[in-house]
């Protein structure tokens, strides 16, 4: 499957900085295991999670995006 481009990502977020750490926490969320909710199997991680993104099938919540750890 071929990427994304980022025209199409950035409409489904509001930054740049947004795409990069949203790909990056779910592509570790799919390294440790937890399900794709796609077919791609030889794809990276990253690369995953920038095509569910793209797809519409990930959703950035912005309150636990930006909530702060303790």
């Known amino acids: 499957m071929q ?3 980022l ?3 950035m ?9 990069v ?3 990056a ?4 969320m799919l390294t440790e295991g937890e399900q794709s909710q796609s077919d791609e199997k030889q794809l990276k991680p990253v690369s995953i999670a920038l ?3 793209a797809s519409g ?3 950035i919540d912005h309150h ?3 909530k702060a750890k303790r």
């Open 7 to 9: 025209d199409v990502l």
């Open 57 to 59: 099938r990930l959703t």
């Open 25 to 28: 926490k779910r592509g570790r």
């Open 3 to 5: 990427q994304p481009s």
């Open 21 to 23: 750490v949203a790909a």
């Open 11 to 19: 409409r489904r977020v509001s930054s740049k900085y947004e795409l």
């Open 64 to 66: 636990e995006f930006y």
């Open 51 to 53: 095509n569910e993104l």
